[in-house]
């Protein structure tokens, strides 16, 4: 086997030799400051985000104990004609509390007060690079609250997807967020 290199390879590399000398561009840790204080507005909405979470669970367990108490336990679809399967969960759903206002639309006003907060600080977390663990840490959040229904999936894809946002929350010391709320 030879050894010399080829006139072609030699120029080549010789013309690479100035764009490897070029420096590389210097790492921001504007962002990473941006990050964090955004990270902190993260935490004061995933605070809110749980709170309303435990409301809701405990306002659908009222709802399932109002509904068995009733007798009108929870009847799955096809298990009886489709009239008398609506007529049931009808009946059903006049239980249900009025506690939680809705707006026009019939969506909770708290929960559009949270995603209103929500989904811009994530989308504003995201577009920043971040350059240190610290700054990688709020994004490992911000990501696992923007993904959270992957802890309910059990498809390949989204196993994977899960796995590979708990694997760089663990390197960050994060706990994924929808853990976090079942804690």
């Known amino acids: 086997m030879s050894s010399t290199l080829s006139?072609?390879?030699?120029?080549?590399?010789?013309?690479?030799?100035?764009?490897?000398?070029?420096p590389l561009p210097a790492l921001s840790l504007d962002n990473d400051a941006k990050l964090l204080r955004l990270g902190a507005e993260l935490d004061a909405v995933i605070v809110e985000r749980q709170t309303q979470m435990t409301i809701d669970?405990?306002?659908?367990?009222?709802?399932?104990?109002?509904?068995?108490?009733?007798?009108?336990?929870?009847i799955e679809r096809?298990?009886?004609?489709?009239?008398?399967?609506?007529a049931h969960n009808k009946k059903r759903f006049a239980l249900y509390p009025?506690?939680?206002?809705?707006?026009e639309h019939g969506c909770s006003i708290a929960w559009e007060r949270i995603h209103g907060k929500m989904w811009p600080t994530v989308d504003a977390i995201m577009k920043l690079n971040a350059t240190t663990i610290a700054g990688l840490s709020v994004q490992a959040k911000a990501v696992s609250l923007s993904f959270s229904e992957l802890w309910d999936n059990e498809t390949d894809w989204e196993d994977h997807h899960r796995r590979f946002i708990e694997a760089v929350c663990a390197f960050t010391g994060v706990t994924p967020v929808p853990l976090a709320v079942q804690s």
């Open 78 to 86: 096809g298990s009886l004609p489709d009239e008398e399967w609506r």
């Open 7 to 22: 006139r072609r390879a030699m120029v080549a590399a010789a013309a690479a030799l100035p764009a490897a000398a070029e």
């Open 57 to 74: 669970l405990r306002t659908h367990a009222a709802w399932m104990a109002a509904c068995d108490a009733a007798g009108l336990p929870k």
């Open 98 to 103: 009025d506690d939680d206002p809705v707006d």
